[in-house]
């Protein structure tokens, strides 16, 4: 990446005001009561684990059309333009034991699941996956896999 370009973040603000669409609304620190002789110091920050109102499909997307590329460059630039790494490793997986060949993401979106191989390279777990493979868990909700649409509405 040269010095004089600027990249899009690889995530954006949900948009709040859209009917039917859920933010996971809720505390998450309110049902995590304080252990007895537990400090405050002990305990962290006042504040949830989640992060509300960010939508990380533009990564995700990202690391899908990097498949078969050598995985720290495209480590380098995914990590520089977000806000933390951790949405990478909901799809990527650093260890055989935690490889999945489809994540799901939110309600009814699903991705396929990444890797890095022997030699550094980033693939899919299962590269035969294909959105007719799936079926969906309801019929009221719009399933996608890596964005395509599966299943049948009534």
Request: charged share 25%.
């Amino acid at each position: 990446m040269s010095h004089g370009a600027h990249k899009e973040p690889l995530y954006r603000k949900v948009n709040t005001q859209t009917h039917r669409v859920h933010h996971d609304v809720g505390g998450n620190f309110r049902t995590e009561r304080q252990a007895a002789g537990e400090s405050d110091a002990s305990r962290g920050a006042m504040h949830g684990k989640s992060r509300r109102g960010l939508d990380y499909t533009p990564l995700f997307r990202f690391l899908l059309s990097r498949v078969g590329s050598e995985w720290n460059s495209v480590y380098s630039e995914a990590i520089a333009r977000l806000d933390r790494p951790d949405p990478i490793f909901w799809l990527v997986a650093l260890h055989e034991h935690e490889r999945q060949e489809k994540v799901r993401v939110g309600e009814s979106s699903y991705y396929s699941g990444l890797y890095i191989d022997a030699a550094g390279i980033l693939q899919l777990v299962n590269p035969d996956l294909r959105p007719q493979d799936l079926v969906p868990y309801c019929t009221c909700c719009t399933h996608t896999l890596n964005a395509v649409r599966f299943g049948s509405r009534p």
